[in-house]
Nanobody
């Protein structure tokens, strides 16, 4: 069964940059669509913030273009989400999800696997 693990979160000052990682063992992420989501305290889960399909094409939520960059390292079987110019409103638990195949639109309940999430806190 596909299991995803996120890493790279933590406390960062406003204006800072962070790179989150999503990795899996025993499953090739490059044959999956990988999406990133976040859930801020007291709010519903938001996303996908960005997703990347097997051919490497990235997609972004319109409002986040320019600050969010998704990429994949097939040698490391890892998908990254780099967030620049972090702001306090970016504070949330960030999670990655996977669905086998190439999808640019995935219903919320159709993702095959989720990571447990990782905390990102933006504060001075």
């Amino acid at each position: 069964q596909l299991q995803l693990v996120e890493s790279g979160g933590g406390l960062v000052q406003p204006g800072g940059i962070l790179r989150l990682s999503c990795t899996a063992s025993e499953v090739d992420l490059s044959i999956n669509t990988i999406g990133w989501f976040r859930q801020a305290p007291g709010k519903l889960r938001e996303g996908p913030l960005s997703l990347i399909i097997p051919d490497g094409t990235p997609y972004y939520k319109e409002a986040l273009k320019g600050r969010f960059t998704i990429s994949r390292d097939d040698a490391k079987n890892t998908v990254y989400l780099q967030i620049s110019n972090l702001q306090p409103e970016d504070t949330a638990v960030y999670s990655c999800a996977a669905k086998r195949g190439s999808w640019i639109s995935v219903p919320p309940d159709a993702w095959s696997a989720w990571g447990q999430g990782i905390q990102v806190t933006v504060s001075s």
